[in-house]
């Protein structure tokens, strides 16, 4: 994953004695080892590596610094080889088993996603750098997406995109009409009301859910809200992609997918965007 940026001072006051910032109407640049990652041309471990070893060079020079920024248009080669840094965007969906963390890092023993996903990609995607679109709790399974786009990670989880994300849950106690129609209204939660969802009864200890809102651990508040204590949680489509692999594999979307099925349009990004 990339690191953060250094941590930058703020502005000066205005003054006639102080001159425009470097890129000040300007596309602000991206560093070298995210730029390179986000392209895909190699995780970005191995990016700063290859850097520091000197093998990378911009505009015909040797750079050793990972954190060097790289202006758009600027010539970059990789071992002598030159490389494109347009990145174009792509979205994984994958079937998040039960017992995975959604994170870089495991706790005490429990794995994570990347641990299951990142060893599966082949070389034409093992390059990039991959962000989960939202978390799915622990024990929760299903659709996850991995982009490498950080806007469209912004554009799914965003409540105001009000894309839809269906779930089943399996509850404790019975489950009927009566005892859901609170959740088709809109329920209080402990963080403010939830939103009206959309509730099928499927039999009685089974709800469908589907909400347009991120909120952690939102469904099973939801319920819990209502009596039904949730049991296990598994998430079957987020807006029009539905879940279509088995547990622990993936696939690549299409464009017409992530267009279409998340409303979002696939573009290429330059150094510094997305």
């Known amino acids: 994953m990339p690191r953060k940026p250094p941590a930058r001072r703020p502005p000066a006051s205005p003054s006639k004695h102080v001159h425009p910032g470097r890129w000040e109407g300007k596309a602000k640049p991206d560093w070298l080892s995210r730029a390179l990652a986000r392209a895909g041309v190699l995780p970005q471990e191995e990016a700063e590596e290859a850097i520091q070893a000197g093998r990378v060079s911009v505009n015909g020079r040797v750079v050793k ?3 060097a920024p790289v202006p758009q248009g600027a010539s970059v080669r990789v071992d002598g080889l030159p490389v494109s840094l347009e990145a174009p965007t792509r979205v994984l969906v994958f079937h998040k088993p039960a017992e995975l963390l959604t994170s870089t890092v495991g706790q005490h023993g429990v794995g994570t996603v990347y641990e299951r996903l990142l060893p599966q ?14 978390r799915l709790d622990r024990g929760t399974t299903g659709l996850l997406l991995f982009t490498n786009d950080d806007k469209l990670v912004t554009h ?3 409540p105001e995109t009000h894309l839809t994300k269906r779930y089943v849950a ?4 019975e489950a009927d ?23 099928r009864v499927r039999d009685a200890h089974t709800v469908e859910v589907t909400v347009t809102e991120g909120r952690n651990h939102q469904v099973k508040r939801m319920l819990g809200a209502v009596g039904l204590p949730v049991r296990a949680l598994h998430r079957e489509a987020v807006g029009g992609v539905e879940l279509d692999v088995p547990e622990g594999a993936f696939r690549l979307l299409t464009d017409a997918e992530v267009s279409e099925g998340l409303r979002y349009t696939p573009s290429l990004l330059p150094p510094g965007e997305g």
């Open 156 to 158: 799914v989880t965003s």
């Open 65 to 67: 610094q990972p954190l």
């Open 121 to 134: 990609l082949p070389p034409e995607l093992a390059g990039f750098t991959w962000h989960a679109v939202g």
């Open 177 to 199: 009409e009566e005892r859901v129609e609170p959740l088709r209204r809109g329920v209080q939660l402990e963080d403010g009301p939830a939103r009206p969802a959309k509730v």
């Open 170 to 173: 399996t509850v404790f106690s």
